[in-house]
């Protein structure tokens, strides 16, 4: 019995989140909006407006566990519809949808609920759905090393449904594909088949 190989992955630094300046800053956005903070119902709000984009900002740590793909498993693994939580870097508002990632194995297999874990590493900051559809499919390509990696994210920007063009109802899907999964038109007619999304 092989030993699993485990890589301990934590966000950035800590660069000093001070919840205090965080409250006084909110208390100061709402008023400059022409909010008062003074009746009992909103007194708590910058507090709370803090400690949310503070949990919002911060993943949770975890082990990356890989094990040796021992039977030469070659086909596709895929998780499907894994939640995606983030916020739209250009105006802080959020934006909620699900994620499908995929990869043909290597030598190493991944602990399935790693999936999960990984997406939700790189949407916990200011994003862009392209730039989180990429990094969570190039990390994992670096990590495994597999023979491909497929990535869709479909989500719903705030930004784009609650003001501007208030376009309710649209959702933005973005996809990175690499390795076979881009190169070969049948594994990637299957990825895309397996995720429900129409290529």
Known sequence: MHASSALRVVHEPDTGVDLAAAEVA???FLQA????????SLQGTPR??????AELFTPRPFDLTTFPNEEGYDELVLARAIPVRSVCEHHLLP???????????GERILGLSKLARVVEHFACRPQVQER???QVADWLNDQLSPKGVGVVIEAEHNCMTLRGVQAVGSSTVTSTLLGSLRS?????QEFFALTGVNA
């Open 132 to 134: 989180l559809t990429k």
């Open 184 to 188: 070969d038109s049948r594994s990637r």
């Open 95 to 105: 934006f909620v949808g699900v994620a499908h990632v995929g990869y043909l194995p």
């Open 26 to 28: 909110a208390a100061a």
């Open 33 to 40: 909006l022409g909010i008062s903070t003074e009746s009992e």
């Open 48 to 53: 709370r407006m803090a400690k949310a984009y």
